[in-house]
């Protein structure tokens, strides 16, 4: 028998169906703080205290992962932090696996009476065989379709940001879609390869072949034995042993210059410095922002972009005083964030460093007049000291505040009828410029425009993987990116 206060009428049915979840991430009264200034500062921290020991003791799958760390904290304003020790986890997983291929190809070598007699190791080949088997066929880690750049060479570009897919420049990506860009690749071999010589399944060292053109070449070091990298850290807080890093640390600038073209707000000339005469393919966005600036026309400086300066000041860190034309071109973007007093001293700096040196003559130019611009400013504090892994470790902690909360889309509250439940208004306003995040600032035109730049959106956004962010709850949100 059904009573009548169980019986539910189909207008309530209905009412009930279409009534719009309540988002109460996006209500204004409950939004979190933001704590992804302090994500981005420990990631970059933790960046810079890697590069203090130099190369040869550089763990570049850690640096890679704490780059990814600190794009995600401004990116996806999480409350977790980015899970750098999950992916390393996924890479020593793979390495131990990998030994097990060798282990078992070594067994099989020996049964089978191919190895040299009395010999019960794999040779340098046969063993890379064995990797580049496991990691390109098992694990299906290929190099993307457009290699090293996908800008087509001798052209100018509007937005580089089209043709190069940022996804390419980072470790995780690679790890989740087993594809990615050249220097991404080669640092997942050398990566592997020296986890196999720490665990002792080798006994050679390896490098990798710098010019990113296909799949990586790994090298053999002649001579280079595991006994001979070993190391103990005798350091009174942290003990720790493994083996020395024997990989250029070009693998790991080469992914920073290609996410600078990713990120860079501004046309790109491949002709500049271009990877077929034998340059960086880094500089090719320079002279157009710093002319429209010496000349009064162009970007509005403090309206264009500031996501673009951790790639920036990344760079530099890592080449220090050899940063050359990467510290002029910091400078310059830096510019265009608004912060007129560190761009002065970037470029002073810079200019500084390259008295004497040949440089092209019309780039001396730009500089010199962007300079004479930037004297003018008046009332603008300068840093300490420029861009630098000293620099970056001096740097206070910024502190949590409460008044500094998520961004979010704006609601409203509307009456429904008698029961008055609350409804979201789904806006696509961005939020104004003094309040928006970083990676709003790149897809924003440089004349100060609240117009997204719509090929931007997919590069940045599928990088970081922040539209999925921001369509989930905060569980939802750390379990998708944790591997």
């Known amino acids: 028998m059904i009573r009548e206060s169980d019986q539910i009428t189909t207008h309530e049915t209905e009412s009930a169906v279409d009534l719009p979840r309540y ?22 921290q933790a960046f810079a205290t890697l590069l203090v020991d130099g190369e040869h003791k550089l763990m570049l799958a850690e640096a890679s ?62 063993a890379m065989g064995v990797v580049c088997q496991y990691l390109s066929v098992e694990q299906r880690i290929k190099v993307s379709k457009g290699g090293r750049s996908s800008i087509p060479p001798r052209s100018v570009v509007d937005h580089p940001g089209v043709w190069e897919d940022a996804r390419g420049g980072y470790l995780n990506e690679l790890l989740v879609r087993r594809t990615g860009h050249p220097a991404a690749v080669a640092l997942l071999y050398a990566e592997v390869m020296k986890g196999l010589l720490n665990f002792g399944a080798i006994n050679f060292a390896i490098t990798v072949d710098p010019r990113f053109d ?30 020395l890093n024997t990989c250029t640390s070009e693998v790991l600038l080469e992914t920073l210059r290609f996410l600078k073209r990713a990120y ?31 000349v009064g026309s162009g970007p509005v400086p403090g309206q264009g972009t500031s996501a673009g300066v951790g790639l920036h000041e990344r760079l530099v860190m890592m080449l220090g005083d050899s940063a050359g034309e990467e510290r002029r071109d910091l400078a310059v973007i830096l510019v265009h964030a608004g912060e007129i007093g560190a761009a002065r001293a970037e470029l002073r ?30 009332n603008v504090a300068e ?14 902690s910024p502190q949590v505040s409460e008044d ?33 995040d970083p990676i709003h600032r790149v897809m924003t035109h440089g004349t100060g425009s609240s117009i997204p730049i719509i090929t931007h959106v997919t590069p940045v956004h599928c990088a970081l993987n922040t539209v999925r962010h921001a369509c989930m709850p905060p569980p939802a949100r750390h379990m998708l990116r944790d591997p």
């Not at 988002?23 to 970059?44: G, L, P, Q, T, W």
């Not at 070449?217 to 083996?243: A, C, H, K, N, Y």
């Not at 840093?383 to 206070?396: G, I, K, N, Q």
């Not at 889309?409 to 029961?419: F, H, N």
Request: with cysteine.
């Open 383 to 396: 840093p300490a000291s420029v861009m630098s892994v000293e620099h970056v470790l001096r740097l206070p």
């Open 65 to 126: 992962l704490q780059i990814t760390a600190e794009d995600d904290a401004l990116a996806s304003h999480s409350t977790v932090r980015f899970p750098v020790a999950s992916f390393l986890s996924r890479v020593s997983r793979m390495t131990r696996e990998c030994a097990m291929r060798l282990e078992a190809a070594t067994q099989s070598a020996v049964a089978s009476g191919t190895l040299p007699e009395g010999e019960r190791v794999l040779s340098p080949e046969q």
């Open 23 to 44: 988002d109460v991430e996006n209500d204004k009264r409950y939004r979190r703080v933001d704590s992804s200034e302090v994500h981005a500062f420990e990631a970059r």
């Open 214 to 243: 296909g799949p990586p070449r790994m090298l053999v070091i002649p001579g280079m034995t595991r006994q001979m990298l070993q190391f103990i850290s005798l350091d009174e807080q942290e003990q720790s042993s493994g083996v």
């Open 404 to 436: 500094r909360k998520m961004p979010s889309r704006d609601i409203e509250l509307p009456s429904s009828g008698a029961s008055a439940q609350w409804t979201r208004i789904a806006t696509e306003q961005a939020p104004p410029p003094d309040t928006c």
């Open 264 to 294: 860079w707000p501004f046309p790109w000339d491949t002709s500049i410095d271009a990877h077929e005469r034998g340059g960086t393919g880094s500089h090719g966005g320079f002279r157009l922002p710093a002319g429209g600036l010496s």
């Open 349 to 378: 700096t810079y200019m500084a460093g390259n008295r004497g040196q040949e440089s092209d003559p019309f780039d001396t130019l730009l500089c010199s007049k962007l300079a004479s611009l930037l004297a003018t400013a008046a």
